[in-house]
Every structure is written in structure tokens, then in C-alpha cells.
């Protein structure tokens, strides 16, 4: 097997070339990248526990990391289940392997015991891969590594692109994975996740070390050995459209339907929005109908199983309609977090002083340092500490207390470090008297509140604000 696959064609002179010719400037199209092939072809599938004792043996037999990938059947299934296993490690190939009619994986933890594992965006395959018994006693994740060496844009096509030079296959991104069996274009496509996972974390490794970025990427990858999905709760809340519904009673016709969808996906495995989509469930709520004739008359209220479960539906519409005005659910979750930034000027100004400061210092030491602010530090970590911070303003013992209540939230010590200092001083600047000019233009508060809102939706997808 070649250590080195897929060299791409280097460009040489033109021997016909002449001096005068070569001075000249010549716009020239960019050649097209080579495409990214399977150095050993495709693999047969290991669907049997003998077949996965073989694999077993033959990854442990083989040397280094071992590169793997998990494809799961999203938009779907309910579950989030792995339908396919794609593992590559130097001396053993490529193996693809179907967890579902197997007894036990654990041959393959067995093999894979003291493995370094790399995988891309780790927390996508993570969860679904512990369901199945195979865990990682250490990891490399190339899309975290992308996204501290400051990379823009940080998906497995591009970086293969910027950092090997191929390009890959971006059809079957989104096939029904636990179809069976597998076409084998399919086969084809997943097979390729792992093929250059190996040589792109060589790449990216050395990048780390030459950046002085290796130890803030060992600190994030040991955080991610212990990732675990959030588990939102009132998840009902962000039902696509909930902004068009009036009044609590609204509100509990639309948790009520998403509830009962919800059971009935869960039930069949198949993901909710197939089910009836989002759009249906807003309304139904706002239409309220009471009788099977005019809830599937409902202008919008349309889905697989709107009719085939119309009783379901009308008996969630009736139960929200028959609910004490007690029970019903507030227009605003109760978290224990801070309030929305937009809400901090008016809750409490010398907070929100703090949060524009904070986020002002962010922004120039994400510039600074190349790393996306939401990686610099986690959004929700920041703003509760600056909505309740330590009541010292002493500041050797505020920077102390700083440094234990970013601790104690789970930052890692390379951001401790790095934003600590910035959170102590915002803290400390925040209770200085305003200047009057300062008074006068609150605009710019509320623009940095703005800023911290679109700042709360970059956490929910950065994959170290989970770890």
C-alpha cells in the first residue's frame, strides 16, 4: 500500500516555451483538481460477526491512527444510529462495516484500543458511535483543527481541496442510509470520508505545531472525549414559524401537536418532519379546528400522517384547549442562563457595559489569534459570568475568581488564559462612571447585544461549545 496516494500532476515548463513567451504575462485558467479516488478499491461490506473478527484482526495488525466515519440516516429516522462504520488504518485498508444485523462491536473496540482515532467534526459521529460500544481513548478532529489554525471554511471537501490538493465526490450526502442494501456508488462515496483522513491530519498537525496551536488543540480533543448532545429542553419551542402563534393558549396548542408527533416518530423511527412538517403543526395551532372536516380543510396543515392521524391531532388541539390557565406554558422559557443580550441594557445597563466591552476585546483577539470567537470561548459561558460576576472588584482576587467560574463552566485552560484577563478588565472597566458623549449613544450597546444574539447561534453548531 503507498504511503503517499493521489499525488496530484505538477506543473512543468513547456519546452517550446520561448524567453520572450515566458515573460509575458498569460492568464491562464486554474486546472481542475484531480479527483479523489480509492487507492485499493472499494472494500466488500462486513455484515457478519465472522466478517468483523477478520476486520478486527486486521486493524489491530495495522499501524498508526486509525481514520473513521459513521453515516447515519438524518432526515430519515428518529434515531440518530450509526448504518455504517468506514474505518482505515496503514497496513489494514479500508473497512466498511454494517453494525445493524451484528450481535456485538466489541472485536472492533478490542482493535481499536489505544488507537489514536481522527475523525472530521467528531461530534457528529461520536454519540452514535458510543450507542454501539465503540469509544475513543484519544482523538484528532480535522474540522476543530481547521477552525483554530482559523481556516474559513473548515467541511472534509475543502479542506481536502486547500490541504491535499483533490477533489471529492459531493453526491450521496444525503441518501437514507439505513436503506438496504447499499448501492454501491453509495458505498463508493462513504469509503472516501476516510481515505485521506491520515494524511490530512499530518498536514493540519504540523500547521498546529508551527502556529504554537498544539497544546489549545490537545486540550479541545481530550474535551471531546466526553461530549455528550445537549438535551434541550422545551424543545417544542423552536418549532420552525412559532413566531406567528398569539398567546399562551397558542403556545400549548403548538407543544401539545409537537409532543404527540413527536411520540408518534419516535415510534416508527422516521424523522417528525415526515411525519407533518413544522409549518402544519403552526397551523393547526393558530387555526384551532375542532372536527376532522375542517382541521385537514386547514389552510397549511398538510403532511404524510395529517390525515391518516387527524385523531391524534385533534385530541392534542383538544386537550391544549382544555388546559387550566395555570398550566399553560409561559411565552418565554424559564432557563437558568441570563437573559436574552437584547434584554440586558434595559435589565441592567452596567451588564450589558460589560458584555459590549467583552465582546468589542473578543472580536480583536479573534482576529488576533485567527480562531472563531464562539471557539475562543463558549457564547453562553461568557455571558453568564458577566451577568452575575464575582462581587470582588479587587484585581488580583477578581481575576482569580474569573479564571475558577470559567473553570468550573468547563472552559479549557487555553481559553482561561487567553479571554480571562479580557472578562476580568470588561468586569472592571463596566463599573467606571459612563462619559457623557458615552450616555447619549446607548445605540452602540444594543448593537453589541445584537451582535451577542447572532454570537448564540454560532454556539449551538461550534463543535467545541459541546465538548
Known amino acids: 500500500m503507498s504511503e503517499t496516494p493521489h499525488q496530484p500532476p505538477r506543473d512543468v515548463p513547456d519546452p517550446e516555451t520561448?524567453?520572450?513567451?515566458?515573460?509575458?504575462?498569460?492568464?491562464?485558467?486554474?486546472?481542475?483538481?484531480?479527483?479523489?479516488?480509492?487507492?485499493?478499491?472499494?472494500?466488500?461490506?462486513?455484515?457478519?460477526?465472522?466478517?468483523?473478527?477478520?476486520?478486527a484482526e486486521a486493524i489491530a495488525a495495522g499501524t498508526g491512527p486509525v481514520a473513521i466515519d459513521a453515516e447515519r440516516a438524518s432526515g430519515y429516522r428518529y434515531s440518530n444510529r450509526a448504518y455504517l462504520i468506514q474505518l482505515r488504518r496503514e497496513g489494514s485498508g479500508i473497512w466498511l462495516i454494517d453494525p445493524i444485523g451484528l450481535s456485538t462491536l466489541k472485536p472492533l473496540q478490542e482493535a481499536l484500543e489505544g488507537a489514536e482515532w481522527i475523525l472530521h467534526a467528531a461530534t457528529q459521529d461520536l454519540p452514535c458511535l458510543a450507542e454501539i460500544g465503540l469509544t475513543p481513548t484519544e482523538l484528532f478532529?480535522?474540522?476543530?483543527?481547521?477552525?483554530?489554525?482559523?481556516?474559513?471554511?473548515?467541511?472534509?471537501?475543502?479542506?481536502?481541496?486547500?490541504?491535499?490538493?483533490?477533489?471529492?465526490?459531493?453526491?450521496?450526502?444525503?441518501?437514507?442510509?439505513?436503506?438496504?442494501?447499499?448501492?454501491?456508488?453509495?458505498?463508493?462515496?462513504a469509503a472516501l470520508d476516510v481515505e485521506v483522513l491520515i494524511e490530512l491530519q499530518t498536514s493540519l498537525k504540523a500547521q498546529l505545531a508551527a502556529a504554537g496551536k498544539e497544546e489549545w488543540a490537545r486540550q479541545e480533543f481530550a474535551a471531546l472525549r466526553s461530549f455528550q448532545p445537549t438535551v434541550r429542553k422545551d424543545a417544542w419551542r423552536r418549532t420552525s414559524g412559532m413566531h406567528r402563534i398569539r398567546g399562551r393558549r397558542g403556545l400549548a396548542a403548538v407543544r401539545e401537536l409537537w409532543v404527540t408527533r413527536d411520540e408518534l416518530a419516535q415510534g416508527r423511527d422516521v424523522t417528525p418532519g415526515r411525519i407533518i412538517p413544522d409549518s402544519a403543526i403552526v397551523a393547526a395551532a393558530t387555526a384551532?379546528?375542532?372536527?376532522?372536516?375542517?382541521?385537514?380543510?386547514?389552510?397549511?396543515?398538510?403532511?404524510?400522517?395529517?390525515?391518516?392521524?387527524?385523531?391524534?391531532w385533534l385530541a392534542a388541539l383538544k386537550h391544549a384547549a382544555s388546559l387550566d390557565e395555570a398550566d399553560l406554558p409561559a411565552r418565554s422559557p424559564r432557563g437558568d442562563g441570563p437573559p436574552a443580550p437584547r434584554a440586558w441594557i434595559d435589565r441592567d445597563p452596567v451588564a450589558a457595559r460589560r458584555l459590549s466591552k467583552a465582546r468589542a476585546d473578543m472580536a480583536t483577539l479573534s482576529k488576533q489569534h485567527q480562531i472563531p470567537v464562539e471557539n475562543l470561548l463558549t457564547p453562553d459561558y461568557l455571558r453568564r459570568v458577566l451577568w452575575t460576576?464575582?462581587?470582588?472588584?479587587?484585581?488580583?482576587?477578581?481575576?482569580?475568581?474569573?479564571?475558577?467560574?470559567?473553570?468550573e463552566l468547563g472552559a479549557r485552560?487555553?481559553?482561561?488564559?487567553?479571554?480571562?484577563?479580557?472578562?476580568t478588565e470588561a468586569i472592571l472597566a463596566a463599573d467606571q462612571p459612563l462619559p457623557q458623549a458615552a450616555e447619549a449613544a446607548p445605540e452602540s450597546t444594543e448593537a453589541s447585544a445584537d451582535q451577542a444574539d447572532e454570537s448564540d447561534e454560532a454556539e449551538e453548531v461550534s463543535p467545541t461549545d459541546s465538548a
Open 288 to 312: 384551532s379546528p375542532a372536527d376532522r372536516e375542517n382541521l385537514l380543510a386547514t389552510k397549511g396543515f398538510h403532511g404524510r400522517g395529517a390525515g391518516r392521524y387527524a385523531a391524534k
Open 389 to 407: 460576576p464575582p462581587e470582588t472588584r479587587d484585581p488580583e482576587l477578581l481575576s482569580d475568581a474569573v479564571v475558577e467560574a470559567l473553570r
Open 413 to 423: 485552560e487555553w481559553q482561561i488564559g487567553l479571554t480571562g484577563p479580557l472578562v
Open 141 to 189: 478532529d480535522t474540522e476543530l483543527a481547521g477552525r483554530l489554525l482559523g481556516h474559513p471554511r473548515v467541511g472534509l471537501a475543502t479542506l481536502v481541496e486547500t490541504e491535499l490538493g483533490f477533489r471529492m465526490k459531493k453526491e450521496h450526502s444525503a441518501v437514507d442510509w439505513s436503506t438496504r442494501p447499499f448501492p454501491r456508488p453509495w458505498l463508493e462515496y
Open 18 to 55: 520561448s524567453p520572450e513567451q515566458a515573460d509575458e504575462p498569460v492568464a491562464e485558467p486554474t486546472p481542475e483538481l484531480p479527483l479523489l479516488t480509492l487507492r485499493d478499491g472499494l472494500p466488500d461490506v462486513t455484515d457478519t460477526d465472522e466478517g468483523l473478527r477478520a476486520a
